[in-house]
Every structure is written in C-alpha cells, then in structure tokens.
C-alpha cells in the first residue's frame, strides 16, 4: 500500500490550504440511497420557501447532504420560515407527521415543537451561538410508533453564502429514550421505562420523607417549645403541669411513629417475623374498629361490618393481622368522602377465609391499580400529605398476607366508584367450604361487604352470617381420635397439634423418630403423621421400624408423610416406604381433615 | 399587647403557642383549622396571624391567599408567620408570594425568639 492511498481526510488538511477532495460544483452532495434522498429528489421545491433545488446556496446543500447521509436523525432548518428538511433515522420519531413535515415550515410541519424550542432557536439564528437544549418532551400523535419519549436537540447555525446565519442544523438525541418499533428501540424503550420509574421512586420517597418528617416535628415542637416556657419559668402553676402532660404526650407518640415506621420499613423490605398463634379474625376487625371509629365518626363515615357472628379462625401473627386490617381500614376511610361508607366482610371461600374491606371512597384508576401494593406508592397528584399516608400500608398489607400464605388484591371500577380491597388467608378449622356456593346473592363472587349500598360494590344478600351448615356437607368426625405427630421443628407440631385440636383430634407430639418409636410401643395410636426430612433418622426410617415394631396395634398404624418434598416421585417414594398416604407442606387443612378421618375411620378408631 | 389568631391542626401546638403568648402579655385565639380561620378572621381581626400549612381541610397557602385577597384591607394586610414542618424551599417560595412575613419551621425555632419579634410587631403597630 502506497503512502497517498493512507493520507486520511483529516491529515490531508493543512491550516491555510483549501479542503482537498470538494467537488467544485456540488449539486448536493453525492446521496445514499434513502426514502429521504427520494423524497428530496421528488419533491417539487419551487414552491416552497427555499426555491428550486438548482438555486439552493452550496451552505444549504451541504447542510442537506450531511444531513441526509448520517444515519442519526437529523435534521436542517433553513430561511426565515425554517424549511423542515430531515433524514430517515427521524422517521419513527416523527410519527404521523411523516411525510407532510418534509419540506414545510417549522411551524406548520411540527407546531408544538417550534414553541418549545423557540428560545433555543433564537440563540442560534440571533446570536449565532451553539446549543443543546433541555430535554424537550415529544408529544407522540395518535397512532405514531412512538412512546412518550423527550428528545434533545443540538442545534450549530449554518452560515449562508453571504456570510450570516442561513439556517440550523439539528442532531437529534433521540437514542434510548424514544421508543419505536424494533429491537433496539424496545430495548430503549424498556430503559426509559425504567428510569422514569426510578425518577417516580425516587419522588416517592422523598414525599415519604417529607410527610414523615411532618409527623416527627409536630410532636417535636411541642416538646421543644414547652420544656422552653417551663424551662425559662414563662409559666406556672396549672400551666406546667399541662406543659409537662404534653411533652410526655409527645414523647410517646413520636416513639411510637419511630416504631411503627421502622415497622413498615422492615415489613416492605420483606422482613418478616411471625409470632404465630390462634388467630380471630371477627376479633380483629371489632378491634380495629375500636381504633378506626374516632377517625370515621369525624367525617360521618359508616362503618359496617362489626361482631361478625361467623367463626373464622386462622394461625398467624395476632398483631401483624391487626396492622393489616387497619391499614386496610383505615386507607378506605381515608380515602372515602364524608357521608360514605366503609364495610368488612368475612367469608370462606375455596377452603381460604375472605376478608374484603369495600369502600364508596374515590376509587382507583385502572393505570394505578397494578402499583398499588408498592412501598412508597400512593396515588398521584400530591394528595399524599393531605391524607397523612405513608405510601407503605399497602405494601405492609401484602407482604403480611403473603408472610401468611395468603393474598391480596384490589377491585375497583374506576375513579369515584369506590375500591374493595381483598385478603385471602388460609383458615384453621373452617371448614371446606365448596367452592361457588359460598354466598349465595353476592354478585361478586365470595366477596361479602354486608352493609354497603354502592354502587360498582357488590352488595350481599347476607340474611345471616355463613356458618358450616350452609356451606358444607356432614362433616368428618374426629373427636377423640389419638393421633401421633412427629416433627424436628416445634413450630410445625405445634402448627398441626393446633390444627387438628381444632377438631377434637387428641394430639402427641415426638421430635425425632426415636421418641415416635418409644410412644408407638407403649400406646396406641389411631394415626401416625410425620416429617419425612429430620435430622438422625428420617421419615423412611421411621415407617420401616414402625412397619417392624413387636405389637400388632403398633406394626398395622395408618401413616401419613407429611412433607415439604411435594413432588410425584416423592409421594411415591413415600408411599412405597409404608406410609398410607403423602401430604404437601405448607398443609392444605381441609386434606389434612379428609385424610385424617379416612385412614383413621379405615382402621377401626382407638377412641379415648 | 397584641391579638395572635393561632391556626393549627394540632391542639397540642396551639395551647403550646396560646400558652407562651398569654406568658408574655399577649392574647390569642386558637383555631383548629383553615375554614374556621378564614371565617372567624373578619370578625376577630387579629394583629398576627400565625399560620400552619399543613392542615387537612384547607393548607395554609390556600387560606393566606383567600386572606390577601380580602375586601376589607385591614384584613387583607394582617401579619403572617407561616408555621411549617418543613423547610423546603419550594414552600418558602410559595409563602414569600403571598406576602408572608416569617417563616418557621417547628421544632426548629426557640419560643424567646418568637416571642420577641412578637414583640416587634407590637411596637411597630
């Protein structure tokens, strides 16, 4: 290769010397082949403000080449009207003002654009200098293949041929954050998806600091300002112990906004300690309402829904329940209008417990619903701190019901037609309610919400509340039947003792196969539970023993495998091993009853 | 002495406030929200008013702006501390706006200093 055929553009340019390579008389400059080149070619600029292509200055003509040769959008504003001339690359962000934007007037060709750059214009057309504006939001139009999107434009003046500012030339940032169809701008599009969500956090948080903030300096200054007048013995008598009364007052409450936040905080984080035991929902909700009627009596809201005759038992965490349920309540009167209503329902719906807390409150919009169990989320528009939320009840709510096996979720019509948030939680002892005739009347299925009249909010029949004779067949018998569990962990015996006690099942626990083996020969027992995974020796072990003991009563127990291994193969495992029967763990209760009463009933009942 | 119309939401803060002016020769008024400040501001014509903003029925921006733009000007013209939880500056823009004299954020004052500018105002009356 011969040195002239290495000399590059650049190195060819000598300070002083003409640009080499220049065609003498350029037309415009030598085209790619592109729909715009054609579109260029094929327009009828003579009537246009820029004239016929042949009496275009060579500044323009450049301009026009560069333009149309790069594959980034580009674009050239030229003459007093700004002649919109762009390249293929601003196609998809053009949307629907392709192709009529080619070769128009900035105004007419993009109106809205051309008042949001204007001042970035003048200081390129007027004082010649080089800009990049701020983001400047593109408004997408109907059906165009782009998203919500902001582009940034670098605009440099173009001289003319007599030495002013002819026109402007336009780099177009329009990299990830606008959108359009194919690969890399999905890509982009998912990008500016998730900044915006970062930057809408991240808002979030900040208004959670300041509404927090709010609630620690109330209590603050009375504390501050009051320990000052007694302090400076400004008052006296009566008025100190007032004083004194205050700053205890204010004490405590902020102490215990610092827990309940730390509370929220941990929960939404998704740390979670369960302090599990027998838990009344009805209970609850009469607590709850104790705490939650000051607060609705104020606004004269209704509440519904009080000493539900019902049973409706589950084993959980008697206080997180409660937060959750107050959460759920207090949101709805928050957000209810005075002279609303507010109702709790119970219900047992496909062996869970339903609880739906329903509102005639504002409703939610249908965009906002998927976010609504999010930490630091809470509707739009600033109304946050003129509801004194946290933007973390929701959030605390899901992660309690899904710490409980459990779920939640929202129904709502939309704005101004109320909102009906739904727990679901597996019961204790309820009983196997079948699924789809739960609540006979109700629109909605298996939400109850006794009580409200709303409209978009189904409104129950309820003449009286469910009970086991209207939702269910006879019911197993189990009481009195001996029953072994064997367990390494406390919380699981203590979780199915609590279970089948429920039924009258008299329950012995052991916490390893060797305590199991030691009962099963000195009593006798209608039905053997166990874990299969345990240290020492394991659930296999057990059953072969038990399959081997001396006594009849002890060699012939029906066994069931409790066990967190759910698979086929694992059931069959057990099975194969000498248990009769294989149950899943986390335990289906109404299984377990079924089970239970079959293989105990199959093998003649040791009653006590 | 002065009349001191005290809008807050919370008790607490008011009989706080009601307290240290009573302390130091002042009289005040208490008043548990911005609808009933606005509607007891006419008749009780105060000297100054102090003005929480955060307040559920009505903040305290909205209920300064309906005072400014009284027909009475004595009223319009009343002395305004606005009484905050927070210093963001976006709020202390707004209060500027609307003319308002101080700005304090609680738990962040000390009620000597308050108390003698209250005093300031009275001498300048």
Same mark, same amino acid.
């Given at each position: 290769?011969?040195?002239?055929?290495?000399?590059?553009?650049?190195?060819?340019?000598?300070? *002083?010397?003409?640009?080499?390579?220049?065609?003498?008389?350029?037309?415009?400059?030598? =085209?790619?082949?592109?729909?715009?080149?054609?579109?260029?070619?094929?327009?009828?600029?003579?009537?246009?403000?820029?004239?016929?292509?042949?009496?275009?200055?060579?500044?323009?003509?450049?301009?026009?080449?560069?333009?149309?040769?790069?594959?980034?959008?580009?674009?050239?504003?030229?003459?007093?009207?700004?002649?919109?001339?762009?390249?293929?690359?601003?196609?998809?962000?053009?949307?629907?003002?392709?192709?009529?934007?080619?070769?128009?007037?900035?105004?007419?060709?993009?109106?809205? $654009?051309?008042?949001?750059?204007?001042?970035?214009?003048?200081?390129?057309? $007027?004082? &010649?200098?080089?800009?990049?504006?701020?983001?400047?939001?593109?408004?997408?139009?109907?059906?165009?293949?782009?998203?919500?999107? %902001?582009?940034?434009?670098?605009?440099?003046?173009?001289?003319?041929?007599?030495?002013?500012?002819?026109?402007?030339?336009?780099?177009?940032?329009?990299?990830?954050?606008?959108?359009?169809?194919?690969?890399?701008?999905?890509?982009?599009?998912?990008?500016?998806?998730?900044?915006?969500?970062?930057? %809408?956090?991240?808002?979030?948080?900040?208004?959670?600091?300041?509404?927090?903030?709010?609630?620690?300096?109330?209590?603050?200054?009375?504390?501050?300002?009051?320990?000052?007048?007694?302090?400076?013995?400004?008052?006296?008598?009566?008025?100190?112990?007032?004083?004194?009364?205050?700053?205890? /007052?204010?004490?405590?409450?902020?102490?215990?906004?610092?827990?309940?936040?730390?509370? #929220?905080?941990?929960?939404?984080?998704?740390?979670?300690?369960?302090?599990?035991?027998?838990?009344?929902?009805?209970?609850?909700?009469?607590?709850?309402?104790?705490?939650? /009627?000051?607060?609705?009596?104020?606004?004269?809201?209704?509440?519904?829904?009080?000493?539900?005759?019902?049973?409706?038992?589950?084993?959980?965490?008697?206080?997180?329940?409660?937060?959750?349920?107050?959460? #759920?309540?207090?949101?709805?009167?928050?957000?209810?209008?005075?002279?609303?209503?507010? *109702?709790?329902?119970?219900?047992?719906?496909?062996?869970?417990?339903?609880?739906?807390?329903?509102?005639?409150? /504002?409703?939610?919009?249908?965009?906002?619903?998927?976010?609504?169990?999010?930490?630091?989320?809470?509707?739009?528009?600033?109304?946050?701190?003129?509801?004194?939320?946290?933007?973390?009840?929701?959030?605390?709510?899901?992660?309690?019901?899904?710490?409980?096996?459990?779920?939640?979720?929202?129904?709502?019509?939309?704005?101004?037609?109320?909102?009906?948030?739904?727990?679901?939680?597996?019961?204790?002892?309820?009983?196997?309610?079948?699924?789809?005739?739960?609540?006979?009347?109700?629109?909605?299925?298996?939400?109850?919400?006794?009580?409200?009249?709303?409209?978009?909010?189904?409104?129950? &029949?309820?003449?009286?509340?469910?009970?086991?004779?209207?939702?269910?067949?006879?019911?197993?018998? #189990?009481?009195?039947?001996?029953?072994?569990?064997?367990?390494?962990?406390?919380?699981?015996?203590?979780?199915?003792?609590?279970?089948?006690?429920?039924?009258?099942?008299?329950?012995?626990?052991?916490?390893?196969?060797?305590?199991? $083996?030691?009962?099963?020969?000195?009593? %006798?027992?209608? #039905?053997?539970?166990?874990?299969?995974?345990?240290?020492?020796?394991?659930?296999?072990?057990?059953?072969?023993?038990?399959?081997?003991?001396?006594?009849?009563?002890? /060699?012939?127990?029906?066994?069931?495998?409790?066990?967190? =291994?759910?698979?086929?193969?694992?059931?069959?495992?057990?099975?194969?091993?000498?248990?009769?029967?294989?149950?899943?763990?986390?335990?289906?209760?109404?299984?377990?009853?079924?089970?239970?009463?079959?293989?105990?009933?199959?093998?003649?009942?040791?009653?006590? | 002495?002065?009349?001191?119309?005290?809008?807050?939401?919370?008790?607490?803060?008011?009989?706080?406030?009601?307290? @240290?002016?009573?302390?130091?020769?002042?009289?005040?008024?208490?008043?548990?929200?911005?609808?009933?400040?606005?509607?007891?501001?006419?008749?009780?014509?105060?000297?100054?008013?102090?003005?929480?903003?955060?307040?559920?029925?009505?903040?305290?921006? @909205?209920?300064?702006?309906?005072?400014?733009?009284?027909?009475?000007?004595?009223? @319009?013209?009343?002395?305004?501390?606005?009484?905050?939880?927070?210093?963001?500056?976006?709020?202390?823009?707004?209060?500027?706006?609307?003319?308002?004299?101080?700005?304090?954020?609680?738990?962040?004052?000390?009620?000597?200093?308050?108390?003698?500018?209250?005093?300031?105002?009275?001498?300048?009356?």
């Amino acid at each position: 290769m011969d040195a002239a055929a290495q000399t590059s553009y650049l190195s060819a340019c000598t300070p *002083g010397h003409a640009l080499p390579f220049v065609s003498p008389a350029p037309t415009v400059l030598p =085209l790619r082949e592109s729909e715009m080149a054609a579109r260029l070619r094929g327009l009828e600029w003579s009537s246009t403000p820029l004239g016929p292509l042949s009496g275009w200055p060579t500044s323009l003509r450049v301009a026009v080449g560069l333009c149309l040769n790069s594959r980034s959008p580009m674009s050239v504003l030229w003459g007093a009207d700004l002649v919109f001339v762009y390249n293929d690359a601003c196609i998809p962000l053009l949307g629907q003002r392709h192709p009529a934007a080619f070769g128009r007037p900035l105004r007419d060709a993009w109106a809205g $654009l051309a008042d949001s750059v204007g001042l970035q214009l003048d200081a390129v057309l $007027l004082r &010649g200098e080089a800009t990049r504006a701020h983001p400047v939001p593109l408004v997408p139009e109907p059906q165009a293949n782009v998203e919500a999107a %902001r582009l940034t434009w670098s605009m440099s003046g173009v001289p003319d041929d007599t030495g002013g500012i002819g026109g402007v030339f336009c780099a177009w940032e329009a990299n990830a954050e606008a959108s359009a169809n194919g690969l890399g701008d999905a890509v982009g599009s998912l990008e500016h998806v998730a900044r915006v969500e970062a930057e %809408r956090l991240s808002r979030m948080k900040d208004e959670f600091l300041g509404v927090l903030s709010h609630q620690l300096r109330t209590p603050l200054n009375a504390i501050l300002g009051w320990s000052q007048l007694i302090g400076r013995g400004r008052v006296s008598g009566d008025v100190v112990a007032k004083g004194l009364a205050v700053i205890e /007052r204010s004490a405590t409450a902020q102490a215990q906004l610092i827990d309940e936040t730390l509370d #929220l905080v941990r929960v939404a984080a998704g740390k979670v300690q369960l302090d599990v035991e027998e838990v009344s929902l009805p209970a609850i909700i009469n607590a709850v309402f104790d705490i939650v /009627r000051p607060a609705a009596d104020a606004k004269g809201i209704v509440l519904s829904g009080k000493d539900h005759p019902g049973r409706f038992q589950l084993v959980g965490d008697a206080h997180r329940i409660q937060q959750m349920v107050c959460h #759920l309540v207090t949101n709805a009167v928050r957000f209810t209008t005075p002279g609303g209503s507010v *109702g709790v329902g119970l219900a047992h719906v496909e062996g869970m417990i339903e609880l739906a807390v329903a509102d005639t409150g /504002r409703g939610i919009a249908p965009e906002f619903r998927p976010h609504v169990f999010e930490a630091f989320r809470q509707k739009e528009g600033g109304t946050s701190r003129e509801h004194g939320g946290f933007g973390l009840g929701l959030a605390f709510v899901k992660q309690v019901a899904e710490a409980h096996h459990g779920t939640v979720s929202v129904q709502s019509a939309g704005p101004g037609t109320g909102s009906t948030f739904t727990v679901r939680l597996p019961g204790l002892g309820q009983e196997i309610a079948t699924p789809g005739i739960a609540t006979p009347g109700i629109a909605t299925p298996g939400i109850a919400t006794p009580g409200i009249a709303t409209p978009g909010i189904a409104t129950p &029949g309820l003449g009286k509340p469910l009970s086991t004779a209207d939702v269910q067949g006879p019911l197993p018998k #189990l009481t009195g039947l001996q029953v072994l569990v064997v367990d390494d962990e406390p919380e699981a015996r203590d979780l199915l003792s609590r279970i089948l006690g429920e039924r009258g099942v008299v329950v012995t626990v052991a916490a390893c196969a060797a305590e199991a $083996l030691g009962l099963l020969r000195r009593h %006798r027992f209608a #039905l053997l539970i166990s874990d299969i995974r345990m240290p020492e020796q394991d659930g296999f072990d057990l059953i072969r023993e038990v399959r081997s003991l001396a006594s009849l009563a002890g /060699r012939t127990v029906p066994a069931v495998a409790l066990t967190a =291994l759910a698979g086929p193969e694992d059931k069959a495992r057990a099975l194969a091993a000498g248990y009769q029967a294989h149950l899943a763990k986390p335990v289906d209760v109404a299984a377990l009853y079924a089970t239970v009463a079959q293989l105990a009933g199959a093998k003649g009942v040791f009653r006590s | 002495m002065i009349k001191v119309m005290i809008v807050d939401d919370s008790a607490d803060l008011r009989m706080l406030l009601a307290s @240290a002016l009573t302390s130091a020769g002042h009289r005040s008024i208490e008043v548990g929200g911005g609808l009933e400040a606005l509607a007891r501001v006419e008749a009780e014509r105060p000297d100054l008013i102090l003005l929480d903003i955060s307040m559920p029925d009505l903040d305290g921006f @909205a209920v300064l702006a309906r005072i400014r733009s009284m027909s009475n000007e004595r009223v @319009a013209r009343t002395p305004v501390w606005m009484m905050t939880a927070d210093g963001d500056p976006a709020s202390i823009r707004s209060a500027c706006k609307l003319a308002a004299l101080e700005y304090f954020v609680k738990g962040n004052y000390d009620i000597d200093d308050l108390l003698e500018r209250v005093g300031q105002v009275d001498a300048n009356r």
